[in-house]
């Protein structure tokens, strides 16, 4: 064996593999047999399988074997296996005695067949509650269109304010199913398009309710599109990057549905550094279209970061419009497994 610097690759090889396909990672290196061998981009190759999360690092070598230059990436597959789990303890509470909490536990069951299959489940307790299951389904090598069948269950609690002031609580309950099909674009986005049914109940707990609340149950039936684009390196305290997501669903009696009405919202979040300085940007808005959205669904607002100076859930409506820019100064650093800083 000789090292070769140069040259046109005459193979590619992958090692280490025990679970991913190998068929499946060629679709997503830059770098061909019949190309000219490039260091720069055999790295960005490696990079770039990485960030898939399948990995724990990637290498390369560019061999001469037998007269023949062959590029080969050595992975290291996670030791974890092929189950994880993440956990968050999520707490939000506006010094008043309005407190929310929530434990979430997702667990995600990945290549449970050669083009990349993957059960993806959600346990979350406190408020809000819930479950869901989806079975997420590349439908070929490059992974570029799938199926995602779903089954989910939501348990939330909604409070109504006049002039800052709760008059009424009362309880959602939501259950169903859905089937989406979609387009994947590389790990920086998705389409989806879907049918979902399903109940929502409603039961009031505290004060009274607006007409049309109280000890109601409603079918569901609606088709519903999203489009997912993410670009931050962090979901929390992002340093760089740009998110944008849309989303519309219209509900229709003709899909089992007992309402009729229309729900769109979108969301762009900008966020730039300079130094330890962080600038973010962001907009988002959403409207029922003229449809008289019902009660159960209308958009809530309120909150940190979401119309700070009100109460959680203060703020209910067909439609909203909000923009905001936000300034952090990063004060302490912290390690990858604590976070990204004290801000």
């Known amino acids: 064996l000789a090292v070769a610097t140069r040259g046109t690759i005459d193979a590619v090889r992958f090692e280490g593999l025990e679970r991913v396909n190998p068929e499946v990672m060629r679709n997503f290196i830059e770098l061909k047999p019949g190309q000219r061998f490039d260091p720069e981009k055999a790295a960005a190759d490696a990079t770039r399988l990485v960030g898939r999360g399948d990995f724990e690092s990637v290498d390369y070598r560019f061999l001469d074997e037998n007269g ?39 667990h995600r069951r990945s ?4 083009l990349g299959g993957e059960w993806r489940n959600t346990i979350q307790i406190g408020r809000p509650a819930g479950v869901a299951s989806e079975f997420y389904q590349p439908l070929d090598l490059a992974q570029r ?15 109504l304010y006049l002039n800052e002031t709760r008059v009424a609580r009362y309880d959602v309950g939501r259950f169903g199913a859905a089937f989406d099909v979609g387009m994947a674009f590389d790990t920086w986005g998705e389409w989806r398009l879907g049918l979902e049914r399903g109940t929502v ?15 109601q149950r409603v079918s569901t039936g609606l088709w519903r599109t999203r489009f997912y684009y993410d670009q931050l390196d962090n979901a929390l305290f992002p340093t760089r990057g740009t998110l944008a997501k849309l989303t519309y669903y219209e509900s229709n009696r003709s899909l089992g549905a007992d309402d009729d009405y229309r729900r769109g919202e979108g969301r762009v979040r900008s966020v730039v550094s300079r130094g330890r300085n962080v600038y973010e940007f962001s907009v988002k808005g959403g409207s ?9 669904d ?26 905001t820019v936000n300034f952090r100064r990063r004060v302490w650093d912290l390690s990858g497994t ?3 800083g004290v801000y």
Do not use: H
């Open 68 to 106: 023949k230059n062959v590029l080969t990436y050595q992975a290291k597959e996670k030791a974890l296996g092929p189950n994880t789990l993440l956990f968050d303890l999520n707490l939000q509470t506006d010094m008043e005695g309005d407190t929310l909490w929530g434990i979430r536990i997702d």
């Open 111 to 114: 290549w449970v067949n050669d």
């Open 145 to 159: 269109f799938f199926v995602a069948p779903q089954l989910f269950y939501t348990e939330s609690q909604q409070d």
């Open 201 to 215: 109940d409603t039961d009031v707990s505290i004060g009274t309710p607006p007409p049309g609340i109280s000890g």
């Open 288 to 296: 029922d279209f003229g449809s008289a959205m019902p009660a159960y």
């Open 298 to 323: 209308w958009f809530v607002l309120g909150g940190l970061n979401n119309f700070s100076g009100y109460p959680i859930g203060a703020l209910r409506g067909r439609e909203y419009a909000l923009g």
């Open 338 to 340: 604590l976070g990204t």
